[in-house]
């Protein structure tokens, strides 16, 4: 999962909307299904999924299956937004979208960073990497 870009008025539409944003708070408490972001949003599912897929498709939201006592699976939501900042200068403006990222995934960019700039091969690469995420390796330093 690289960094992606999108159009500036794109991005000001997704978070100008109230109810993406309200979507986007509640879920950095807890992760929810689309039932409870319905109910806590007082509207039906099916809007709650227009907005989650969208957030989803933008980074801006995290997918997880769940497991109930029953063992029927069900998805819930939480945010993977970080930081926005909007920017004003030069006659211009930016805007710098920060993503949460777990280690497993910033582990999972760094790889595949790091394979991509390799040309040759992965087999020193791997070895060296692994020298360097364990500090505590005899043979490091």
Known sequence: MGE???APSHVLDVFGDDLARQILVLTSERPLSAD???EHLDVSPPTVYRRVNEL???DLLKERQQLDEDGHHYKTFETALKQ???E???GGYNIDIQIRRSLVGKFETFWTDLEQSSPQGTANVTDQAARDATPDDPHHG
């Open 4 to 6: 992606k870009e999108w």
């Open 56 to 58: 989803i498709d933008h």
């Open 88 to 90: 004003i200068e030069d």
């Open 84 to 86: 926005i900042t909007f």
């Open 36 to 38: 409870e972001l319905a």
